[in-house]
């Protein structure tokens, strides 16, 4: 084996390790049903074996991504609310119950939009992020 190897460098969580044992799981529970068999020596997760550490660097990845988009959903909408907060202070001759009341309003419209922020950065996180 190299020195250096992709999976020398991974550092892994027990969420990766959770991830690909469900992945292996699920993946045996449904392979017959797709007319799969499976291996006989890879039908119990093992994550000391080749695959099993193959499966737990995979589940590190994909976490990491989901983790990004996540994260860039979670700023753009942060930027809606403080773009709201923004405009509602700047008004002037209003009073602070008004003030809240229309800062309200204007946040109860972007909470059902929330969704399809984080719905636009996990199924297409570069067109969104240009939004």
Known sequence: MAKN???????????????AILFHDTY????PSFGYET???TKVFDQTSKNGKLMVAV??????AITLHTQEAEIALARKVL???????????ITQSMRLKHLT???????????????????????????
């Open 39 to 41: 291996r006989d020596d």
């Open 83 to 93: 773009g709201v907060s923004s405009m509602v202070h700047k008004q002037k001759g």
């Open 5 to 19: 190897s992709h999976r020398d460098l991974i550092m892994t969580t027990p969420e990766d390790t959770e991830l």
């Open 59 to 64: 589940a590190h990845e994909i976490n990491q």
């Open 105 to 131: 309003k204007e946040m109860l419209k972007i909470i059902p939009d929330t969704f399809g922020v984080i719905e636009d950065h996990l199924t297409n996180p570069t067109e969104a992020g240009e939004k």
């Open 28 to 31: 045996e529970r449904l392979a």
